[in-house]
């Protein structure tokens, strides 16, 4: 499976702030990235996809791919006490490899 | 409601018993998945389906028999399952499998929390 990283946090940030979520991965191939966002006790949910290099905006969500540099990240503007959940990267591969998962709270 | 459903939501088992998890999927996909979530683990794929084919088995004990009769339905058959089997067992599904395409985008279901005594 290919490896995928991600900073476990957890990430606090005030309502109104920006989120910054990161993820690295090793395999220079890769193409396309998703994004799920995880409620707990919930199951993960489809929020972003990214299949190019660059932005995609998303509402208050941004994801940004850059493959020179091997990273994915998302970006939630506005932050919201709603937004608190853990955020998961996948890799889109042939099948899809998840990171750990970088829990964020959101101080109202 | 992301159009999977899964049954149980809850399961509590002895080692020695025998259950079974169910997932249907009203999205019309092709694809289908098992994934078995652990505390602060990523998530772990342990079997795919195409087609209603299997085509991924990722190294998982035999404790665990998938099967999947047509695309909508998939089951989980558990045997004699160990105390570290216990976790929260997700069903996905996508429209296809098999490349970086936006085929590849998987909706879970709400998972069962499995629990072995």
């Known amino acids: 499976q290919k490896e995928v990283e991600q900073n476990s946090g957890p990430l606090s940030v005030p309502e109104g702030a920006i989120a910054s979520l990161n993820c690295t991965y090793s395999d220079r191939g890769s193409q396309s990235f998703f994004w799920y966002r995880q409620y707990s006790g919930k199951s993960p949910e489809l929020i972003m996809s990214i299949y190019s290099n660059g932005d995609k905006e998303d509402g208050r969500f941004t994801a940004q791919l850059n493959k020179a540099s091997q990273y994915v990240s998302l970006l939630i503007r506005d932050s919201q006490p709603s937004d608190s959940a853990t955020y998961l990267c996948a890799l889109n591969d042939y099948k899809l490899s998840f990171g750990a998962g970088t829990t964020v709270t959101v101080r109202a | 409601e992301t159009g999977v459903t899964q049954t149980p939501r809850h399961l509590v088992m002895g080692m020695t018993n025998k259950k079974s998890l169910k997932c249907e999927q009203h999205?019309?996909?092709?694809?289908m998945y098992w994934y078995k979530q652990s505390a602060k683990k990523p998530l772990e794929l342990m079997f795919v389906y195409n087609f209603k084919e299997q085509t991924e088995n990722n190294s998982v004990p035999s404790r665990f028999s998938p099967e999947c009769p047509n695309s909508s339905h998939l089951f989980l058959h558990l045997h004699t399952l160990q105390p570290e089997d216990s976790a929260l067992y997700l069903c996905a599904s996508s429209r296809g499998s098999g490349g970086p395409s936006s085929y590849n985008e998987q909706f879970f279901g709400p998972g069962t929390r499995l629990t072995v005594l």
């Open positions: 999205l019309g996909h092709n694809a």
